[in-house]
């Protein structure tokens, strides 16, 4: 077992041994708290297959967030009402329905924005994975069937099996088994001959399909399922907030799911989450002194481009065996 397995296990085990701690001296907006962590833990780890492990910079993914926040939305407002969707299709207001709607739509908008942005590289790479995000940004606004740029509100949180959603510790429990779910995920594609290949386009991709694996086809795939995970994670972030807005789609969102990364550590196991603690850490501590807390965010992050390059990951665990 390496040293970063080591701190990643510390950390998800922390971020469980804190909300139970919360439960029992009876906090629980502390749990909430846990809760938010696991949700951006999730989608910035989902974020982190591409940029990490492929190298693909996407300001995009807010996209894909915000899709599986409007399929919980949706799905669970047409339930709701008792109104049918299109073709006669039901709403829902079963997670795992919802979970698996979102992470299909994003997975067949990945599959669209891949096919066109993942011919370019650098800048024009993220421009367009960009450009396509702020499409969806604005025909959210522009829908008024779903609230528009008021958003869409969910009455009652979504349900999931033999779980009382409502109660903050299930919910998490939720949360936290999902993002759980996302590391090994990520640990196994990263350990894996797919990883490696994904690895090496982002040095050398001439030698890669020098051995006949074509670099596309790989960065694809890869784009797809980033966008899935980050969609289950959007999925959830909705049924948190029992809302759904189009800030969701918006650019800033996928610039945060960076800096999260960032923060932590470029493709390291926890570093999403790591980011993701310090971020909601940031975010209470400093939130109710000043409006300006990123000020001081920004300032960790500056620092840790200049003297941390692995991130905090990188700090505690010392220099990745990958990259």
Known sequence: ???????????????????????????????????????????????????????????????FFGIGGYAAGILATHAFNSEPLLFGLPGTNQMIVIWITGAIAAALVALLIGL????????????ITLAFAQMIYYFAISWPAYGGEDGLSIYVRNAFPGTNTLAPMSF?????GLLVLGLLLFGLLRDSRFGAALQAGRQNETRLAAVGIGPFRVRLVAFVLS???????????????RFVSPSMFSWHMSGELIVLI????????????????????????????T?????????????????????????????????
């Open 262 to 289: 960032i923060i932590g550590g470029v493709g390291r196991l926890a570093g999403p989450l790591t980011g993701a603690i310090v971020y909601v850490l940031f975010e209470f501590a400093l939130g109710g002194i």
């Open 227 to 241: 966008a899935m995970l980050t969609a289950l994670a959007g999925a959830l972030f909705a049924d948190l907030n």
């Open 116 to 127: 066109i942005s993942l011919r370019t590289s650098g800048v024009y790479f993220i421009m």
């Open 1 to 63: 077992m390496t040293r970063e397995t080591v701190f990643s296990i510390l950390i998800v085990a922390g971020l469980l041994a804190a909300a139970f701690i919360a439960q029992a001296i009876g906090e629980t907006f502390y749990i909430t708290l846990a809760t938010r962590m696991a949700i951006l833990g999730l989608a910035a780890t989902g974020l982190n297959i591409a940029l990490g492990l492929g190298g693909l910079v996407s300001f995009g993914h807010a996209a």
């Open 172 to 176: 998490f429990l939720i949360c936290f």
């Open 291 to 323: 409006e300006h807390w990123q000020f001081f965010l920004g300032l960790i992050l500056l620092a840790v481009v200049l003297f941390a390059r692995g991130g905090m990951m990188g700090l505690l665990a010392g220099r990745a065996r990958h990259g």
